[in-house]
């Protein structure tokens, strides 16, 4: 059923677990939760709760239901264990090991990412002035050693001294990978967890896992010969040669920046750089390459402009028995998201998002003792209106920390929330 009247226009009790969200709701239907005649007039959200969650929860949630969707398989495994193994399921196979060759002998190797059909993000110093170039491709079998059908001849299509990166081309449609995406500067916070996925020491398609320990603008560092400069994110992920070239990941799977190298200075530990991804945006735009000799300094390229939610509507349902604060959440242009607040206290405050962009809301965040932290979610990780997942979050934060299948089981949230007396 869907539409308004699938939800009785909030009359029922929704926010108490017992009772599930409507099986599938159409994100034109949040404005129809809006009573007749009220003016939508598109406006920045000034509420502070609303804002808080726009800019920590709506980064985190927008397109990334499905990023838990394995969990079902896995009753009880926390979000933890089951989202690194996720972001190394899903992007391990766009990590290519690129070999280097001379006078037909392998001379070295690194890592690199695809970003795009035919096109290899790697640094310069692991193709820089190499004669043949081949990307090895991950087998379809975990664990299995690579073979001559997993080859690919490359070649340099752009090299860039200066920020340690290089573009490598190999034909069009002679893999079939997705592509890593690349992240943006806010993914890149001071205690974030990131990932890495590359080639130590020729250990091919290694994941390992630390935070982000600083992030460091116009950073200059020597390999010897050369001074490069760069913005570079310094972590402890643990790294070692062959990961050079490599992606540094965010908790969303986006490629936030580019192994390069490791501070080998006598009694310094876990100090590792990657140069982050806005000189890879700035490099991927550019038309050409520079030299590190020069240390030509381009102007920044303006950062994409960040995305403003606007508030739609804020005001009373039809049923004038809750609150509602509508709102385009993820910058689409329509309503994806609604805050619902309803009379009776017996009843959690929630929040429904459309987060993958279909049409149908599929993520409900409830706060059922209205602290303004949520308690837990309901997932519809496929997108097809079914509920089935639930999250906990004791941390009060958007993102749940343990998810589990849901199968209409009993929790807490079942109960009204208790009274707390003075």
């Given at each position: 059923m869907?539409?308004?009247?699938?939800?009785?226009?909030?009359?029922?009790?929704?926010?108490?677990?017992?009772?599930?969200?409507?099986?599938?709701?159409?994100?034109?239907?949040?404005?129809?939760?809006?009573?007749?005649?009220?003016?939508?007039?598109?406006?920045?959200?000034?509420?502070?709760?609303?804002?808080?969650?726009?800019?920590?929860?709506?980064?985190?949630?927008?397109?990334?239901?499905?990023?838990?969707?394995?969990?079902?398989?896995?009753?009880?495994?926390?979000?933890?264990?089951?989202?690194?193994?996720?972001?190394?399921?899903?992007?391990?196979?766009?990590?290519?090991?690129?070999?280097?060759?001379?006078?037909?002998?392998?001379?070295?190797?690194?890592?690199?990412?695809?970003?795009?059909?035919?096109?290899?993000?790697?640094?310069?110093?692991?193709?820089?002035?190499?004669?043949r170039i081949a990307v090895v491709f991950k087998p379809a079998e975990e664990g299995k050693a690579p073979t001559r059908a997993d080859f690919v001849t490359a070649s340099v299509a752009k090299l860039d001294e200066v920020s340690d990166l290089a573009l490598l081309r190999y034909p069009k449609g002679a893999k079939s990978v997705k592509p890593v995406e690349l992240g943006t500067a806010g993914e890149i916070a001071v205690g974030a967890d990131v990932n890495a996925i590359g080639h130590p020491i020729g250990k091919t398609w290694t994941y390992t896992r630390g935070v982000i320990s600083q992030f460091r603008k116009g950073y200059k560092w020597s390999d010897g010969s050369l001074v490069h400069e760069a913005d570079v994110i310094q972590t402890q992920t643990p790294i070692s040669p062959g990961n050079s070239g490599g992606p540094l990941l965010s908790d969303l799977g986006h490629l936030i920046g580019v192994n390069a190298f490791v501070t080998t200075a006598e009694a310094a530990e876990n100090l590792n750089f990657a140069v982050s991804v806005l000189d890879v945006r700035k490099f991927i735009a550019a038309s050409s390459g520079r030299v590190a000799q020069r240390l030509e300094r381009v102007p920044p390229m303006p950062e994409p402009a960040p995305c403003q939610p606007k508030l739609l509507y804020s005001g009373r349902n039809p049923a004038n028995d809750a609150d509602l604060r509508v709102a385009d959440l993820f910058c689409r242009g329509n309503a994806n998201a609604v805050w619902i607040y309803p009379d009776d206290t017996s009843q959690s405050w929630c929040l429904w998002m459309d987060t993958s962009g279909n049409g149908d809301a599929d993520v409900f965040v409830y706060d059922w003792n209205h602290d303004k932290k949520w308690d837990y979610s309901l997932i519809a990780s496929h997108h097809d209106g079914k509920i089935d997942l639930i999250g906990y979050h004791p941390d009060g934060k958007a993102w749940p920390s343990r998810v589990e299948r849901y199968d209409g089981q009993s929790t807490p949230w079942a109960k009204p929330p208790p009274v707390v007396r003075p």
């Open positions: 869907r539409g308004l009247s699938s939800i009785r226009a909030l009359g029922i009790a929704v926010a108490i677990l017992h009772v599930a969200p409507p099986a599938a709701m159409a994100g034109d239907d949040l404005m129809r939760m809006v009573p007749q005649g009220q003016a939508i007039t598109p406006r920045p959200i000034t509420d502070a709760a609303l804002v808080d969650l726009a800019r920590a929860g709506a980064p985190v949630w927008a397109g990334a239901a499905e990023t838990l969707a394995n969990v079902e398989q896995q009753p009880g495994l926390t979000t933890r264990g089951a989202k690194e193994a996720q972001i190394y399921r899903t992007i391990s196979p766009s990590v290519v090991l690129v070999l280097v060759f001379e006078d037909g002998e392998e001379k070295g190797l690194g890592s690199g990412s695809v970003i795009a059909d035919g096109q290899v993000l790697t640094s310069w110093h692991v193709v820089a002035g190499a004669r």
